[in-house]
């Protein structure tokens, strides 16, 4: 399936997302550092591939030298719902422009009353606005 995705300059990049049964092919027949794995590739035939060190996206080529680093969390691209911890972090990047609206994952989990509890109180030490939490809130609805 493809993904658009936004370095870190903002440039926007397409990438077809390779099926597990492909990504599982390939990490076998890898002979490198198996820190790294692809998942995906664009048109000019540079790979997408995840550094599993610290979770950064990238586009590289064949010895997986970076091209284009994507700021566009994996969550996003792999429509994967991100942890509460990461969503909390992915709302404070968005906040500090680090991330567009349209990079923040779509899924996400049904919170406890626990974590609206939470959201709440994060707004109290200013950690997200009353605004992210409005959005926040009203995704869960949907």
Do not use: H
């Not at 919170?111 to 109180?121: K, R, S, V």
């Amino acid at each position: 399936m493809e993904r658009q995705m936004f370095t870190t300059d903002g440039a926007s990049r397409q990438a077809r997302l390779l099926t597990r049964e492909d990504a599982a092919q390939l990490r076998a027949l890898q002979e490198t550092d198996l820190r790294f794995i692809r998942i995906g590739y664009d048109r000019v035939g540079s790979w997408l591939a995840i550094d599993l060190g610290n979770g950064e996206l990238f586009f590289c080529d064949d010895e997986y030298r970076p091209s284009d680093v994507i700021r566009t969390p994996i969550e996003t691209v792999m429509n994967w719902a991100p942890t509460k911890e990461r969503l909390l972090l992915l709302t404070q990047r968005l906040n500090l422009g680090e991330l567009s609206e349209q990079e923040l994952p779509r899924k996400r989990n049904t919170p406890t009353f626990e974590e609206m509890i939470e959201w709440i109180l994060y707004v109290k030490v200013g950690l997200v606005t009353r605004e992210d939490v409005s959005d926040w809130a009203g995704r869960v609805l949907q």
